[in-house]
């Protein structure tokens, strides 16, 4: 009995450990951005405007160190290039920070692009600083304009990119810009992963599944991810199995774990 007692113990405090470790981990509302400082530092691109390189980003967010097709949203101020600049990353869903840009219609651009990366640039200016270029528009550009203003009630969170903003922090040699964050794809359930890991410690019979993309899962993969999400394959199988009130949200945490090691959005009921 007090064999059985301690075990229930272990488990219940592997479960208590495991929610704590994954708060850092999962994705809440997307995107999750940091709250903190991270660095910028934008080249001129040919397919967008910047291509811009993020560093300094902390583990378990939607974005990360990396490189971003990036785009100007402030005319006035002229980027320096290929030096870091310190920015706060802010989501264009409703933001508290340039909240007069009229921002659905820069996400219906980002979603529907048209023509040379100039005529994209112009249409987003036309929103962010009400710029003509000399000349006028562009048929590309004007038609990506009078689609976005045709589509007012566009719901970003449907498109595959939405715009980050990315807002200098007291520095005079950066500009306004964003990023294009591309939104992965839903995450895999709290039963595929159970099925793949238990397949991995010899507990469950049968083959490793396959991603939606035809890639197959294997023993190092598997472990790949436990290591980033900072468990062993056997605490991540207790997670996955456990039973009891309450249990959906650990197991659901775990899977989301392991789906965010694995490049993927969390799994959609």
Not at 13 to 35: C, D, E, F, G, Q
């Amino acid at each position: 009995m007090k064999t059985k007692l301690l075990a229930i113990t272990t488990v219940a405090l592997l479960m208590l450990s495991s929610s704590m470790l994954l708060a850092t981990v999962k994705a809440t509302t997307w995107p999750n951005l940091p709250s903190t400082t991270v660095q910028l530092t934008a080249v001129d691109g040919t397919t967008s405007y910047f291509i811009s390189t993020l560093s300094g980003v902390p583990a378990g967010f939607d974005v990360h160190n990396g490189v971003y097709p990036g785009w100007c949203v402030d005319r006035s101020v002229t980027m320096i290039r290929s030096v870091a600049h310190d920015v706060k990353l802010y989501s264009s869903i409703s933001p508290p920070v340039l909240s007069s840009i009229n921002w659905i219609a820069v996400n219906y651009i980002l979603n529907h692009k048209q023509g040379t990366m100039m005529d994209v640039q112009n249409a987003i200016w036309h929103f962010t600083d009400n710029y003509t270029p000399p000349g006028g528009f562009s048929a590309a550009a004007q038609a990506m304009i009078d689609a976005a203003d045709a589509n007012p009630s566009y719901d970003p969170t449907t498109g595959a990119i939405l715009a980050i903003i990315c807002l200098p922090q007291d520095d005079p040699g950066a500009q306004n810009s964003i990023i294009e964050l591309t939104k992965l794809l839903p995450g895999y359930t709290p039963g595929f992963w159970k099925h793949n890991i238990g397949v991995a410690l010899g507990y469950n019979p049968g083959n490793y599944s396959a991603f939606n993309d035809g890639t197959k899962l294997t023993e190092a993969m598997l472990q790949g991810y436990a290591t980033t999400v900072g468990v062993t394959l056997q605490e991540a199988y207790d997670a996955l199995t456990a039973k009891g009130p309450g249990m959906d949200v650990v197991r659901a945490d775990m899977a989301n774990a392991f789906n965010a090691a694995a490049g993927y959005g969390p799994f959609e009921d």
